[in-house]
């Protein structure tokens, strides 16, 4: 008679089962098949070799490769059991060798089994197979790689995604009453940036509707163009409505083609600016570079002159620290000054942009097409950065126009202790009708500087247009649309911002200056306006507590007179703030929760302050919430608001009150996304530039761990956002959420997406009954440990633990299953079951069966 099993013996089945069906690489044991016993205690004939070798034989695999921890490509590759330590070594060709960007000098000479090179024969170099993740991981000293090889290689992976349209959206919208004399407004704002993606190319469309509170109501299209990358030279060319893209000219709203370089598409070691470190070792050495003390490089070099090319700093102002260690012990330690600007570029490297096209006049969807100024505002803009020497970058840059020409030459320089200082000089010429021509000039300045010794950073520009004459392309062509006609609309004259932060010793807090000053002028109306605004600000931490303390100043001063001659008449406007805040959280089971408070004060007397409650809840903090209630003097009384936002995996949504005196408002918003493909429909939270779609068929509502609040749909269907182009992006799913009925080979993805791409990430979902099944032969003894099934509608091998119990997964409802453990006939049997009516604990079908 078949008995129940224990829950204990069960536990205990499914563990064993589970470790059994979970093929791991690890060193070979060898198990006696003599201990392997029938319940009678008679010796079984039973074949365990696969459990030998790590459950894996040598054969043929299909592995995902990953070289130096990067991803590299899936293949299938032939795998021999090495003859000193007998494990499992990849057999690897010498073309192989060389597509994953190995030089040929490391595996050229080494004594090759007909087409295998053992990777370990490579000195410093190792191969691990993980036989149950499928993975195969190379590890090879740097020294030996192609690094344009291995560029090649990754440059393969790059996927420009599936098919799809899609819908970003973004809605607000206000109910405000005024209760002093009943004036009620309502009004909307629908923010729409939709697209259409279908191979490498890209549209896109930015649109945007609002109503007003008179009732009227206004569509604008802001950008609509096509776009896609040119992989061959690493750029992107766009045609339609857009910007200028340039590190030199003020971008310039356009309708034309645009072609710029995508440093994206470069390797990271290029693509960010750093000096190439030289040196020379006397034996064979590790270089390890360091910044702000983390280690950001290391690589074996052999005994003699070395270039580092790729080394890739953690931010543009901090010096890089190199050891060179000997084989021997020995060290060598030297420091490379180090401080850039964000458009340095390393050298040979080189970043360019170029726009052909008609001005658009800004806050318009329309250009200006009338005959007699349309020629006058097309125009012509382009710049380059090269990189000169390991320390300079050399830049300029044309804008032509029929009536407008400007030209600038500069140079940046990382200056070894002084810091990154970069210098252009701009010439231009506008030839207004009935007007004579403009010639002038402007100059710039710029500069960064990070201190490591004292915690200080300092960024300062400065702008200064050096002829009365000088003018920008932009208010030019404004001029042309009558703008300029306008006392109101200004030119800009000359600009200059400094910041300066200091981190204060111990735990003393930060401490922050900021300065602002601009100049304006308008056309032939004599009107001269300066800005000027200086910030002092101080922030710290003690425990949990966060404070504020800032002081500002702000100037505004307009000069007004009839001829230039004349005495000038001032108008001048100025206040001083100075504010206060704190932050405390409540800590202890309200430590999601914390109190604020703030007050200003400034120059006429007006005083506020306010008191606020705010916090997140649910899991993943997907609810946050805020109260604030305050109080101003001058008549102007109490004030308060209240404010919540939830995020799902289809959008977010967020609603708030408030009052102040006499005014009633109430806001609303929803932000979301909707997404077409050949998949079906799915909602999402607001998508990125570069993004992904996940398809796990049958799986619903399965967390993506990359993104807290993103769940696949009831298609298998979930939105990840914000990938990074051309690098890879790793997808996990979490699988303690998958359905019961649902298993995916691999909860892990990798995908390298072209930059606007939607990529599909694919998941291969088993859908079926999860079986614990004891069986037993036709004479009531246990089918013994280490024995296998197949089941008719699988090809998986599943494996037979202690107590003679089997786990199945992805079982249909009624199936038929062969189990062997011998190569005798007299050691195999089958049996059929049926799923329905049978006892199910936690998802888990539990029964009995003769095997016969």
Not at 306 to 330: A, C, F, H, K, M
Not at 716 to 735: C, E, F, K, W
């Amino acid at each position: 008679m078949l008995r129940a099993p224990a829950r204990t013996e069960i536990y205990s089945s499914i563990i064993t089962v589970m470790l059994l069906n979970i093929n791991q690489a690890k060193a070979d044991d060898y198990f006696d098949p003599a201990f392997v016993t029938d319940p009678s205690g008679k010796a079984v004939s039973i074949d365990l070799s696969s459990f030998e070798r790590a459950s894996f034989i040598p054969g043929t695999y299909r592995v995902d490769i990953y070289l130096n921890e990067q991803y590299v490509n899936s293949q299938d590759i032939l795998f021999f059991g090495d003859k000193n330590t007998g494990e499992l070594q990849p057999c690897l060709s010498d073309t192989q060798l060389a597509g994953y960007g190995i030089k040929p000098e490391f595996y050229s000479l080494l004594d090759k089994s007909g087409e295998c090179v053992n990777i370990r024969d490579i000195q410093g170099a190792k191969a691990t197979f993980i036989g149950g993740q499928n993975r195969l991981y190379l590890n090879l000293p740097q020294i030996a790689f192609d690094q344009k090889a291995l560029e090649a290689n990754q440059e393969s992976l790059w996927d420009d995604g599936i098919p799809v349209m899609f819908t970003d959206y973004s809605m607000s919208g206000t109910h405000h009453n005024n209760t002093k004399n009943n004036d009620k407004s309502d009004t909307l704002y629908l923010n729409l940036r939709s697209g259409v993606n279908v191979g490498a190319w890209r549209y896109r469309n930015h649109s945007t509707w609002n109503k007003y509170s008179d009732g009227n109501s206004k569509w604008e299209s802001q950008l609509n163009y096509l776009e896609r990358p040119l992989r061959a030279i690493k750029s992107n060319i766009l045609i339609g409505d857009n910007f200028s893209d340039s590190d030199v000219f003020d971008n310039v709203s356009f309708r034309g083609v645009k072609l710029w370089s995508d440093n994206q598409m470069r390797p990271n070691y290029s693509n960010i600016y750093a000096p190439t470190i030289t040196g020379v070792a006397t034996i064979d050495s590790t270089i390890e570079v360091s910044q702000n003390g983390y280690v950001i490089y290391r690589t074996n070099v052999p005994a003699g002159a070395y270039e580092l090319t790729d080394v890739s700093p953690l931010n543009n102002g901090s010096n890089l620290y190199v050891v060179q260690r000997g084989i021997d012990g020995s060290e060598r330690r030297f420091i490379i000054p180090f401080s850039s600007l964000d458009f340095m570029q390393r050298k040979g490297t080189y970043k360019y942009s170029i726009t052909a096209g008609q001005y658009r006049m800004n806050n318009t969807s329309s250009y200006n097409d009338d005959s007699s100024s349309g020629d006058k505002t097309k125009f012509v803009q382009s710049d380059a950065f090269y990189g000169l020497t390991d320390n300079s970058t050399l830049f300029g840059g044309v804008q032509a126009a029929s009536r407008y020409q400007a030209y600038d030459i500069g140079l940046g320089m990382n200056i070894p202790v002084v810091g990154a200082l970069a210098s252009d000089i701009m010439f231009t010429r506008a030839a207004p009708d009935s007007v004579d021509d403009m010639n002038g000039r402007a100059f710039r300045l710029r500069y960064s500087k990070s201190l490591e010794n004292t915690g200080t950073n300092i960024s300062f520009a400065s702008y200064r247009y050096i002829s009365g004459d000088y003018i920008t392309m932009t208010d030019m062509f404004d001029y042309y649309s009558g703008k300029a006609d306008t006392e109101a609309y200004l030119m800009r004259k000359g600009q200059m911002d400094l910041s300066v932060s200091q981190a204060l010793p111990g735990d003393f807090g930060l401490l922050s200056v900021s300065v602002s000053h601009q100049t304006y002028d308008t056309y032939y109306s004599n009107q001269e306006k300066n800005v000027e605004s200086y910030n002092i600000g101080y922030s710290n931490t003690i425990n949990t507590v966060s404070y504020n303390l800032n002081y500002s100043y702000y100037k505004n001063t307009i000069n007004k007179v009839n001829n230039r001659n004349d005495d000038i008449e001032k108008n001048r406007e100025n206040d001083h703030v100075v504010s206060v805040s704190f932050s405390i959280p409540l800590g202890g089971e309200y430590k999601d929760n914390w109190i604020n408070y703030g007050a200003s004060y400034n120059k006429y007397g007006d005083f506020d302050n306010y008191v606020g409650v705010g916090g997140v809840a649910l899991d993943n903090n997907r609810l946050s919430w805020n109260v604030q209630q305050g109080y101003g003097n001058r008549d102007r009384g109490n004030y308060g608001s209240v404010y919540g936002k939830y995020k799902s995996g289809y959008g977010d949504a967020n609603a708030g009150y408030s009052y102040k005196k006499d005014n009633r408002q109430l806001s609303y918003g929803l932000n979301g996304s909707f997404v077409m493909s050949q998949y079906g429909a799915t909602l999402s939270r607001p998508l990125g530039d570069t993004n992904g779609l996940i398809y796990a068929p049958g799986a619903e509502g399965v967390r993506i761990i990359n993104s807290s609040e993103a769940r696949t749909d009831s298609s298998g269907l979930a939105i990840i956002s914000n990938l990074i182009p051309y690098r890879n992006n790793v997808v996990n799913l979490d699988t303690r959420t998958l359905p019961e009925n649902a298993e995916i080979d691999a909860a892990l993805k990798e995908v390298y997406p072209t930059r606007g791409a939607m990529v599909l990430v694919d998941y291969d979902t088993h859908l079926g009954a999860k079986i614990l099944v004891t069986l037993y032969d036709s004479t009531g003894n246990q089918i013994p440990f280490g024995a296998y099934a197949v089941a008719d509608n699988k090809s998986e091998r599943f494996y037979v633990s202690n107590y003679g119990r089997l786990y199945l997964t992805g079982a249909t409802q009624a199936d038929n299953v062969r189990v062997f453990w011998g190569d005798d006939n007299q050691y195999q049997c089958q049996f059929s079951y049926q799923i329905e009516g049978k006892r199910k604990i936690n998802g888990l079908y539990i029964f009995d069966e003769i095997c016969q």
